[in-house]
């Protein structure tokens, strides 16, 4: 949405940046083949973002303030900023669908954005607002205890990079929904890791989010959380099998030393 010239200055400053460099890290796949289009690929090399394993680790309990408050609830969380792209609106148009087969359900949202008023407003409209928690930005350091608390959680992006919050989210064992592009595919593998779901015609990402989605596309989303909730067994051994996914590719550990080695110029590419 901004002007042509800036859209022009936008494009020639990633040319000159990325051409320039002497190396680039892209931290998926994805990102390495925009960045592709800009620099010789030979010096592009995809070192994804990592996680703590230390403080996003599957023992820790959720907090008793926490537990208090959702004794016996099914808690589908979301720790997103509120904007289109990342689809917190898809999941508030899901959401009836998930409490026909599951009323326990409850959406907890934590975040800030653009969108929070008019998310709140189709929740109301759609008669599922009593059953969604905007609980504002969440600390850093509380993060964890929210994650702890969860039954699971979802990502309905159109745009994603190697996200921080779906790694966290498989560090602490925790099943995941998810669309089917873009980082978030290369994270949970078909499947094996988390549930992917087709939400958009196209598995690019996009910036430009619809404001809803295909009926189907919602059902199918909306069924994908209804099945981890109705199957414990399932929902546990997708997030062990995250887990150990995360542990073995993601930690912060194992990155660095593959980091280093591009400054040091003797990465492979």
Not at 150 to 172: D, G, K, Q, R
């Amino acid at each position: 949405q901004d002007s042509a010239f800036r859209r022009w200055r936008h494009r020639r400053y990633r040319h000159s940046s990325l051409g320039l460099a002497d190396a680039v890290i892209a931290t998926s796949g994805e990102f390495a083949r925009l960045a592709s289009a800009c620099c010789d690929p030979r010096k592009i090399v995809v070192i994804p973002n990592g996680v703590d394993t230390d403080d996003f680790n599957a023992s820790r309990a959720a907090p008793a303030a926490l537990r208090e408050k959702y004794p016996s609830e099914q808690v589908v969380l979301a720790v997103r900023r509120l904007v289109p792209k990342n689809g917190i609106q898809y999941l508030v148009q899901a959401a009836p669908r998930v409490l026909k087969f599951c009323p326990e359900a409850r959406f907890i949202i934590g975040g800030w954005g653009s969108q929070e008023e008019d998310l709140k407003s189709l929740a109301e409209a759609l008669g599922v607002a009593s059953r969604f928690d905007f609980v504002g930005a969440i600390p850093n350091a509380e993060v964890p205890d929210y994650l702890a608390l969860a039954s699971l959680v979802v990502f309905p992006s159109s745009m994603e990079s190697t996200s921080h919050a779906c790694l966290e989210a498989m560090a602490m064992g925790k099943p995941i929904v998810a669309s089917r592009l873009g980082g978030l595919a290369e994270l949970l593998g078909e499947n094996g890791r988390g549930v992917l779901v087709d939400l958009f015609d196209s598995r690019g990402s996009t910036y430009h989010a619809p404001p809803t989605l295909r009926r189907e596309a919602s059902d199918q989303f909306a069924d994908a959380i209804v099945g981890l909730l109705r199957d414990p067994s399932l929902a546990r051994s997708l997030g062990e099998a995250g887990r150990e996914y995360a542990l073995g590719h993601f930690d912060w550990n194992v990155l660095v030393e593959r980091i280093l080695e591009v400054y040091r110029g003797d990465a492979p590419t």
